[in-house]
């Protein structure tokens, strides 16, 4: 089972119910997907979907205080603590390797991550967020299947866009061309006859 919240300002917000099902949420979370976790104190695995046009450099400051709450609600021992640090990441930079813990995961790349230090509780945040609580049984191997689907054919709709508008170009290209074309030969033609004429009046 997984819990699922919707941020204040609407995004998706995902969290495993135990370390089971955080096993499946490591394995299929998708690309803009960003996890969150308490540093240094075992917690609950937060994550939050991004819109399509954010990133992990930059997203919503709503949804992150908003998983940042979250994140220390979700840890035991970090949610009786005053203060803590908790650490975010892109889902794609995360590494289960073999042999690691039901439950563990590492970085592939230590340097993408963020570590936000010195996180209180704030009970009006937790309040508005935790109201919004949804439990399901989700396939998260269909709907990363899904996502790649609908990403597939976004891409193939972009493409004939894109090759519509290059024939586009290329027409009024050649119009454009046979245009001046014209205007040239219509122009050396006037010349001619002008020349022509200009001859036959010198030679009366």
Known sequence: MVYFFTSRDGHTIYVGKDKFENEELIKYGLPVDIWFHADEYSSAHVYLRLFENETFE?????????????TKQGSIEGSK???????Y????????????????VGYKDITNKKLIKNIAKDPI?????????????PNFAELRDQYFAERAKIQQQEFKKLEKIKQQEKI???????????????QSNQYTTNKEQQDEDDFM
């Open 89 to 104: 990441t892109p889902w794609s930079n995360l590494n289960k390797s073999q042999g690691m813990e039901v439950g563990s």
């Open 58 to 70: 930059n997203f919503s400051q709503i949804a992150l205080e908003d998983c940042l709450q979250m």
């Open 125 to 137: 945040i937790l309040k508005q967020v935790t109201k919004t609580k949804q439990e399901e049984y």
């Open 81 to 87: 603590k005053e203060y803590i640090n908790i650490v």
């Open 172 to 186: 009024e290209q050649k119009q454009q061309a046979e245009q001046r074309n014209y205007q040239t030969f219509f």
